[in-house]
């Protein structure tokens, strides 16, 4: 059971190292705690507050996927996070509940992200990146990310389209997909400037906002799907397993 707690607002300095492409379990220091909207130099059991780290590798909500969650421990004392969001420049708040001791300013405290959750999201956004080149394939180029939601339980696929998607289009989505996955190819990510990126043929996320460099995520040799990315990924397709539609549906 999870309390929310809004994180949103906060005057935050400084930024966050994202560390979570490599390892799930890392160290950090606070440097900063909030409590009710304000900064606090110690955050004390019971309070539902905000710990920011100098590096983390919890990832934060961007780009459709949901924020992480764990937990952060130092000599028996343990701040649960419930959510991971992005505040002001670059800055990672880790959201959520401190279940025993305290933890202060400038300690040092472990990090680990809730692996299996992870995990499974990570199998959930690849397919979005799967089901985007599918959906293009079958549709045509013109269809157009307009948002998405990748969390460990599904994932949710918004774009435009004129008219109701066929069950015989569906089908042959989910076909390529799978076929895809059994093709077990690797999936690459790397850094790169913007008009190298464009040159690839690499497709943004509508509404984004992109810097000079990118992290660009492409699928085998770069045929089937190259897009910008800074979400977490599987390492091949074939660790998905499986891909199926349970539901579509248009809105005005």
């Not at 900063?32 to 983390?56: C, I, K, P, Q, S």
């Not at 949901?66 to 028996?76: A, I, M, N």
């Not at 990672?92 to 499974?120: K, T, Y």
Request: proline residues 2%.
């Amino acid at each position: 059971h999870f309390t929310t707690v809004d994180a949103g607002g906060l005057a935050i300095d400084g930024s966050t190292e994202f560390t979570g492409y490599e390892r799930e379990e890392d160290r950090g220091r606070v440097t900063a705690l909030f409590l009710n909207g304000e900064a606090v130099d110690v955050l004390d059991a019971g309070d539902l507050g905000v710990v920011v780290l100098d590096n983390t590798p919890f990832y934060a909500e961007s780009g459709g996927q949901v924020g992480d969650r764990g937990v952060l421990r130092k000599d028996g004392c343990e701040f649960r996070v419930q959510d991971t969001r992005k505040q002001g420049d670059g800055v990672f708040a880790h959201i959520g509940l401190m279940a025993q001791g305290e933890i202060g300013q400038s300690d040092n405290v472990e990090a680990l992200v809730d692996e299996q959750r992870r995990a499974a999201t990570r199998l959930n956004h690849s397919a979005t990146h799967l089901m985007h080149a599918a959906l293009r394939q079958v549709l045509g180029d013109h269809v157009q990310q307009k948002g998405s939601l990748v969390d460990p339980e599904r994932l949710r696929f918004d774009f435009s389209w004129g008219a109701p998607v066929s069950k015989e289009e569906l089908r042959e989505v989910e076909r390529l997909v799978n076929a895809a996955i059994i093709r077990n190819e690797p999936l690459s990510k790397e850094y790169m400037a913007m008009d190298d990126a464009r040159e690839r043929g690499a497709m943004a996320l509508f509404g984004e906002k992109y810097g000079d460099t990118v992290r660009v995520v492409t699928v085998g040799d770069g045929d089937f799907s190259v897009e910008l990315c800074g979400g977490c990924h599987v390492d091949r397709t074939g660790d998905i397993g499986l891909f199926a539609v349970v539901s579509e549906r248009g809105e005005a």
